[in-house]
């Protein structure tokens, strides 16, 4: 049987929960782990790339029990290659279990498999190690955005436990970002899940604006599944927020209501030892 860094290689289709909108498909590791990929959109895959997640974000389901280990290389793709079997796959969202960043090498080996076969991928990260994330930026992908959540250091390092410290990477930003084609610099941006009373404020708000004015890159404001302690905004708060950037002219993208699903929604993923 094949090991690669002292784990076996292949995961196993174990179940498959639908709801209207997405097919949440549930994969079992050789040592008995469960980690979930999210099928959505009619072409889309949005994989998992470590069991468990080092980052531990309060609002996610995903990080509750810290970082079990790394996914490998084929295991990532095993979840791309169970599914393409019975849906259409054109593109992989590397957003679902586990940070990107945190488990590049095999991140990366996976993603340069998945340019050969004609699948696009876009990712979701907080960010470190920011060498790997200079790596990233200048990679052929379809979009990349950091997590930022809260620009006040204390709330972002209460939403977020263990993600780098912000001063660091937002200079980082600053200096790489420029480097970047402007075609390129259109694909990269800043992830923000509004919390009700948390970081929503206009103050909030303002902060953020100013930071994607600044680096020139749009935001996507992620609309909350309650998974944790906190309230997602009404309708009417997350619209508000929405029109609060957009009469600030920065380029806003919205959580699509697949990513608001109950079943695979963002932040609902879950991993699970198997007896
Ligand atoms: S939101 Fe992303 S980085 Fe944070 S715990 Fe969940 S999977 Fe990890």
């Not at 049987?1 to 076996?8: A, E």
């Not at 949440?24 to 889309?44: I, K, M, P, Q």
């Not at 468990?52 to 084929?74: D, I, Q, T, W, Y």
């Not at 997590?147 to 780098?164: A, C, E, Q, V, Y």
Request: one cysteine or more; proline letters at 4%.
């Amino acid at each position: 049987m094949d090991v690669v860094g002292g784990f076996r290689r292949s995961m196993k289709l174990a179940q498959v929960i639908e709801s209207d909108l997405n097919r949440l498909f549930v994969f079992r590791t050789e040592d008995g782990y469960s980690v979930e990929a999210v099928h959505y959109r009619g072409d889309t895959l949005c994989v998992s790339t470590q069991v468990g997640c080092p980052v531990r974000c309060l609002f996610c389901a995903s990080g509750k029990e810290g970082l079990l280990r790394n996914l490998s290389e084929e295991e990532i793709l095993s979840q791309v290659e169970s599914v393409k079997k019975i849906l259409p796959v054109s593109r992989v969202a590397f957003a679902g279990i586990g940070d990107p960043l945190a488990n590049w090498r095999e991140v990366k080996g996976s993603f340069l498999k998945l340019r050969e076969m004609g699948i696009k991928a876009s990712f979701y990260t907080t960010g470190f190690p920011l060498e790997n994330l200079r790596e990233l930026l200048h990679l052929p992908h379809n979009g990349v955005s950091v997590s930022i959540h809260s620009l006040n250091p204390d709330t972002r390092k209460h939403l977020m436990p263990f993600s780098g410290p912000l001063e660091k990477l937002v200079k980082f930003l600053k200096e790489e970002l420029p480097r970047l084609s402007k075609r390129k610099r259109k694909k990269v941006s800043l992830a923000y899940l509004i919390l009700k009373g948390v970081n929503d404020s206009d103050r909030d708000l303002e902060a953020l604006s100013r930071l994607a004015l600044d680096l020139d890159v749009g935001v996507t404001l992620l609309y909350y599944n309650k998974v944790g302690p906190f309230e997602p905004p009404s309708e009417e708060e997350y619209e508000r927020a929405f029109l609060f950037l957009k009469g600030k002219g920065i380029r806003v993208t919205l959580s699509t209501r697949f990513r608001k699903d109950k079943i695979g929604g963002c932040g609902t993923l879950t991993v699970g030892k198997v007896a």
